[in-house]
């Protein structure tokens, strides 16, 4: 048996392809199939099983179209209420994937109808095991329970707490152990290592769902560490259940000058994917920073601030406009029109935003770093901390403001008509806040800095 890792690290989340040699089980894939399509196709293998640990809450699924492509069975819950045709599976099913041995094992807490897989292979390497836990057993913690309804969440997470017990004791402790989050994914929760592989023995000594011996322990800190989630989460799995065609990935033709003047001046939103410095120093007035790449979370913050289904173009150089495109089609935002730059890029280049619709206003805010706050901040400014409240509580700078990134469009008018120095943990989140703000004409300030240099730079901060 060899398994085949396809991670998508702008979610936090990882597909897997799992063989003989020759056929070929697919778990968990994400929308754009093509990069599993290609793993298969440079190892030889025939994809005949496409399996789901649940419907996802956090992308839509490519499972389907991957199945019907490939005249592969789709493996699903048989208490999911789907709109497509599948092979309805449940707890303690077993199948045959060439000579992989696939046993189905349920394990409720992610979600009401959670599976995970359980894979052998008597036949060729001494039965080796592996485990493809999706969203129940992740390393070092397990997935969040929340995602549901506050009304189960509870529940959810004592489930939680007897599934992953379960999955450890379905398996011998050498099998290795593949989750589907865990990897950045918000839908974790709870303290996950930033394993690159465990098992299920390493998981029995090491996470605290599995060494916890208080079942109500675990529940109430598992409980307590509930965060905030995209608001996208919530249009996720009705998507899946409804069964999601096929995706397109095509960069569309650039849209003309006097169409995205129209849309600026019509308020839709246009996303700059340049640099957050670059956009700060100059940019088209109504635009909105959502800087791409740079281990940034540009997919789950576009998806949460952005009210969604609305109008979208994307405004950077091509290759990033199409790598945008791809990830923003595995949350459910489809056929974004784009106007491509041309221009010098970097921090400094405008990367030709003024060819791109002449005539229209340009706006600009200044940047710095936390000496610039120490040194230009005026009595009446306003420090606006934009992250989580978690963090904010954890430690935050004297006297700011907590309002966080995804907040801040319905909380504008809160805020206080003076000078407002924006910051975040990183800079990103920020960045995505001051355009916010300036797109609302209000003065602002980018602090891109990172919170933790903050107090050594002699800014005050409480914790």
Same mark, same amino acid.
């Given at each position: 048996m060899d398994v085949v890792v396809i991670e998508t690290t702008a979610l936090g989340d990882r597909s897997y392809l799992v063989h003989d040699g020759s056929v070929a089980l697919v778990i968990d894939p994400q929308r754009d199939i093509d990069r599993i399509e290609s793993a298969a196709a440079e190892a030889g293998l025939r994809i005949t099983h496409v399996a789901e640990t649940h419907l996802h809450n956090d992308y839509v699924t490519g499972g389907l179209v991957l199945a019907q492509k490939h005249g592969a069975t789709y493996l699903v819950n048989a208490a999911d209420a789907v709109s497509f045709n599948r092979l309805p599976v449940s707890d303690g099913q077993v199948l045959s994937v060439g000579r992989l041995q696939v046993r189905v094992v349920a394990t409720p807490g992610h979600t009401h109808t959670h599976l995970s897989y359980v894979v052998r292979d008597d036949t060729h390497d001494g039965g080796t095991e592996a485990v493809f836990s999706g969203g129940s057993l992740l390393y070092g913690s397990v997935g969040r329970t929340d995602l549901v309804s506050p009304n189960d969440t509870a529940k959810l997470a004592h489930e939680q707490y007897s599934s992953? #017990? #379960?999955?450890?004791?379905?398996?011998?402790?050498?099998?290795?152990?593949?989750?589907?989050?865990?990897?950045?994914?918000?839908?974790?929760?709870?303290?996950?290592?930033?394993? *690159?592989?465990?098992?299920?023995?390493?998981?029995?000594?090491?996470?605290?769902?599995?060494?916890?011996?208080?079942?109500?322990? @675990?529940?109430?800190?598992?409980?307590?560490?509930?965060?905030?989630?995209?608001?996208?989460?919530?249009?996720?799995?009705?998507?899946?259940?409804?069964?999601?065609?096929?995706?397109?990935?095509?960069?569309?033709?650039?849209?003309?000058?006097?169409?995205?003047?129209?849309?600026?001046?019509?308020?839709?939103?246009?996303?700059?994917?340049?640099?957050?410095?670059? @956009?700060?120093?100059?940019?088209?007035?109504?635009?909105?920073?959502?800087?791409?790449?740079?281990?940034?979370?540009?997919?789950?913050?576009?998806?949460?601030?952005?009210?969604?289904?609305?109008?979208?173009?994307?405004?950077?150089?091509?290759?990033?406009?199409?790598?945008?495109?791809?990830?923003?089609?595995?949350? *459910?935002?489809?056929?974004?029109?784009?106007?491509? +730059?041309?221009?010098?890029?970097?921090?400094?280049?405008?990367?030709? +935003?003024?060819?791109?619709?002449?005539?229209?206003?340009?706006?600009?805010?200044?940047? *710095?770093?936390?000496?610039?706050l120490l040194k230009d901040r005026r009595p009446e400014d306003v420090v606006l901390d934009v992250r989580r409240p978690d963090e904010f509580e954890v430690s935050h700078i004297k006297d700011a403001l907590n309002v966080p990134v995804y907040g801040l469009l319905q909380r504008i008018t809160e805020l206080p008509q003076c000078r407002i120095w924006v910051h975040c943990a990183t800079g990103y989140r920020a960045s995505v806040a001051a355009s916010l703000l300036d797109r609302a004409g209000r003065k602002v300030v980018l602090i891109n800095a990172r919170y933790k240099d903050a107090a050594g730079a002699g800014i005050t901060v409480t914790s």
């Amino acid at each position: 048996m060899d398994v085949v890792v396809i991670e998508t690290t702008a979610l936090g989340d990882r597909s897997y392809l799992v063989h003989d040699g020759s056929v070929a089980l697919v778990i968990d894939p994400q929308r754009d199939i093509d990069r599993i399509e290609s793993a298969a196709a440079e190892a030889g293998l025939r994809i005949t099983h496409v399996a789901e640990t649940h419907l996802h809450n956090d992308y839509v699924t490519g499972g389907l179209v991957l199945a019907q492509k490939h005249g592969a069975t789709y493996l699903v819950n048989a208490a999911d209420a789907v709109s497509f045709n599948r092979l309805p599976v449940s707890d303690g099913q077993v199948l045959s994937v060439g000579r992989l041995q696939v046993r189905v094992v349920a394990t409720p807490g992610h979600t009401h109808t959670h599976l995970s897989y359980v894979v052998r292979d008597d036949t060729h390497d001494g039965g080796t095991e592996a485990v493809f836990s999706g969203g129940s057993l992740l390393y070092g913690s397990v997935g969040r329970t929340d995602l549901v309804s506050p009304n189960d969440t509870a529940k959810l997470a004592h489930e939680q707490y007897s599934s992953v #017990r #379960r999955l450890a004791s379905s398996a011998s402790p050498n099998a290795a152990l593949y989750p589907t989050h865990g990897f950045g994914s918000f839908c974790s929760i709870g303290p996950a290592s930033r394993l *690159g592989k465990s098992t299920i023995g390493e998981q029995a000594a090491q996470n605290h769902a599995l060494t916890d011996p208080s079942e109500d322990h @675990f529940v109430a800190e598992l409980l307590a560490n509930i965060t905030e989630y995209p608001a996208y989460y919530a249009h996720m799995s009705p998507l899946n259940a409804a069964g999601p065609g096929p995706v397109q990935l095509a960069l569309p033709d650039s849209v003309d000058p006097a169409e995205l003047s129209r849309r600026l001046n019509a308020g839709e939103w246009v996303v700059d994917l340049r640099h957050r410095v670059a @956009f700060a120093n100059n940019h088209l007035h109504g635009s909105v920073s959502f800087e791409y790449g740079s281990g940034s979370n540009f997919t789950s913050y576009i998806g949460w601030v952005i009210p969604w289904q609305q109008p979208l173009t994307l405004l950077g150089p091509e290759e990033e406009v199409g790598k945008a495109i791809r990830d923003l089609a595995r949350i *459910g935002i489809e056929r974004p029109e784009a106007a491509v +730059v041309h221009g010098p890029g970097g921090q400094e280049g405008d990367g030709g +935003v003024g060819a791109l619709a002449p005539g229209s206003p340009h706006s600009r805010y200044p940047h *710095g770093d936390w000496g610039t706050l120490l040194k230009d901040r005026r009595p009446e400014d306003v420090v606006l901390d934009v992250r989580r409240p978690d963090e904010f509580e954890v430690s935050h700078i004297k006297d700011a403001l907590n309002v966080p990134v995804y907040g801040l469009l319905q909380r504008i008018t809160e805020l206080p008509q003076c000078r407002i120095w924006v910051h975040c943990a990183t800079g990103y989140r920020a960045s995505v806040a001051a355009s916010l703000l300036d797109r609302a004409g209000r003065k602002v300030v980018l602090i891109n800095a990172r919170y933790k240099d903050a107090a050594g730079a002699g800014i005050t901060v409480t914790s």
